[in-house]
């Protein structure tokens, strides 16, 4: 996954936004991709889902994802269009679920970068390196590279398609390595 | 230096090697859990990959969190765990009415067992470290991907160890503890850690009050949550399954990344206050906010040990004329041991709506909160539309707490 990515800042959040807010719970019975999308910040903000139609990067605060592990959060974000998310930090499983949709995550190495975007900012990524430049600001913003599995992961553009993937080397079954 | 608790389940495992931190591990599990939703949403991510067999791992499928379904696309994903348990031979299927809230049935019946690893879709899996069982919620990607291929990436996490000592006050509780410690430590230190209790305040803690601990903790981001598994613990899990187990208990001298320590005598009632369960403060600092609703029940607050005490306080008294309360017992069994204690007359004759074990109320799938109005509730999460209008607040707290506040009809 070397391709950098260049898209603008199409949202800021702040702390400790939970999934219940992302997805409410109402709509825990459908998984239908478009439908999750279709659901998102319904009850706080339904005008979120205009802003990253067309894709960009949100930049979020520290324990992004809080509270249920529904996996439509995740999904939510990313067949709504979002590109990428930047944090200062995740909760664990909507940092797993959104690994494992093949959406992209990053995380600051220092959280107070969080000050560093305004909307509309536009970004020059490089997803690999944990590297994004603001080109409007001209600042150059490090993130925590990924592990090499998560790599391989979003590469393959989710774990559906890393399992699939993996099949050939493995004599046809389904394996993570 | 010695092991903590996750380090030994891990090395039984996959073998004992040094685990580092924020390294990814392949992890097999001993069970997993999914709930209605979970199981749906899991069959659709199988049938995406191409899975037609599940790897052999022990399943439990359990309808919780929308029962008796009240919409058709409950009750169609209900229809879906059903299909799904006949297809792949699930013999631990439970239909609604004869089993509860997932997590509450699963350590009941003895499917949670000391040193193993239970891997569910909801992040309330917490709740099985009660029993010294290394419990981790996922969403339906990972319960998929598993089931395929019996393998989970496991990032290990950081272990926080805390050593209980002393013995916790009359009128304090298991909850105000989580409380307390979701409080102090805020997600920037519980994020994708590990939590492990230890020490001689563990066996002045049921079973039922360790599961409420482990459960609540997941609200500060953790990965999971062990309790040292003591006599109490053998003898609850010994009852209830003929399967052998190992369980781990940390050594004298095993390393933590980080250590506490916590004086059970010290905490006192605690409330957590809008709008997130890390938000905590003393109850006394919010007394006399006044509440539209109560909520005892559950997956962190809806045992007999929580129904025993919130009876003990409803006992002869009604619930405030301003005020609803709704009593959710968090399984069958307990529905029926409160049945035979007398329990569920009490809350009746007390005013209270006692409902069927579900998520319920906790999720908002009834007894939802209208805009304006105020709830204090013994479950776990008090997020902005929780529990129905995202201009309603919520309140979380003890059953002891939640219970005097129905009679007074404020905190």
Same mark, same amino acid.
């Given at each position: ?177 | ?147 395929? @291929? ?22 304090? @509780? ?31 803690? @049921? ?205």
């Amino acid at each position: 996954m070397s391709q950098v990515i260049k898209k603008k800042v199409v949202a800021i959040l702040g702390d400790d936004v939970d999934t219940d807010v992302i997805f409410p719970a109402r709509y825990l019975g459908t998984f239908d991709e478009q439908e999750t999308a279709n659901h998102l910040f319904e009850d706080v903000d339904p005008s979120f889902r205009n802003k990253v139609k067309n894709g960009g990067v949100v930049i979020v605060g520290k324990n992004f994802g809080c509270g249920s592990a529904r996996e439509q959060a995740a999904m939510a974000l990313k067949y709504a269009g979002v590109t990428m998310v930047v944090a200062v930090s995740y909760n664990r499983s909507f940092y797993r679920n959104a690994i494992n949709n093949g959406l992209l995550l990053m995380e600051f190495e220092n959280p107070e970068d969080y000050q560093a975007f305004k909307e509309d900012n536009q970004l020059i990524v490089d997803y690999a390196s944990g590297i994004i430049k603001n080109e409007t600001t001209g600042r150059e913003i490090r993130c925590l590279a990924p592990n090499k599995f998560i790599l391989d992961i979003i590469s393959a553009g989710g774990i559906c398609q890393l399992i699939i993937k993996n099949q050939s080397k493995n004599g046809g079954k389904l394996c993570l390595l | 230096m010695g092991h903590s608790m996750i380090y030994k389940i891990l090395a039984k495992k996959i073998g004992d090697q040094d685990f580092k931190a924020g390294e990814i591990y392949m992890t097999p599990a001993d069970l997993v859990f999914t709930h209605e939703v979970g199981t749906a949403g899991t069959m659709r991510v199988l049938d995406k990959i191409g899975a037609t067999e599940l790897y052999p791992i022990e399943m439990v499928i359990i309808s919780d969190h929308f029962v008796p379904a009240s919409i058709l696309t409950h009750a169609i994903n209900q229809k879906k765990a059903r299909d799904f348990a006949k297809k792949y031979g699930i013999r631990n299927y439970f239909e609604i009415g004869r089993a509860g809230i997932g997590h509450q049935v699963l350590i009941e019946k003895g499917f949670i067992r000391p040193g193993e690893i239970a891997i569910a879709t909801d992040a309330h899996a917490t709740t099985y470290g009660a029993l010294g069982c290394l419990g981790i919620g996922v969403g339906v990607t990972d319960m998929a991907v598993l089931l395929a @291929s019996g393998q989970y990436w496991l990032k290990y996490p950081k272990v926080l160890g805390i050593r209980l000592e002393g013995k916790l006050r009359p009128g304090v @509780s298991a909850k105000d503890v989580a409380l307390k410690l979701l409080g102090d430590l805020g997600t920037d230190n519980l994020i994708y850690w590990m939590v492990e209790f230890y020490g001689s305040g563990v066996s002045t803690l @049921s079973i039922d009050s360790r599961a409420c601990l482990c459960n609540m903790m997941s609200e500060g981001g953790v990965k999971s949550c062990l309790v040292a598994p003591d006599n109490l613990a053998m003898e609850y899990v010994s009852a209830r399954t003929d399967k052998k187990f190992t369980p781990f208990v940390p050594d004298e001298d095993a390393y933590y990344d980080k250590y506490l320590t916590l004086d059970l005598d010290k905490v006192e009632p605690m409330v957590a206050i809008p709008d997130t369960p890390t938000n905590c403060v003393p109850r006394k600092s919010v007394s006399g906010v006044e509440i539209d609703q109560a909520f005892i029940g559950s997956c962190t607050n809806g045992r007999i040990e929580d129904l025993r005490i919130a009876a003990a306080i409803l006992k002869g008294k009604k619930v405030h004329p301003n005020v609803r309360l709704i009593v959710s017992p968090a399984s069958h069994e307990i529905w029926q041991q409160a049945l035979n204690e007398g329990l569920l007359t009490i809350f009746n004759q007390s005013g209270a709506v006692v409902t069927n074990p579900t998520c319920g109320a906790c999720i908002g799938a009834h007894g939802l909160l209208a805009p304006g109005e105020v709830c204090i509730a013994t479950s776990n999460r008090n997020f902005k539309g929780r529990m129905g209008s995202i201009d309603a607040k919520i309140y979380l707290a003890s059953p002891e707490t939640v219970a005097y506040a129905a009679l007074t009809g404020r905190i």
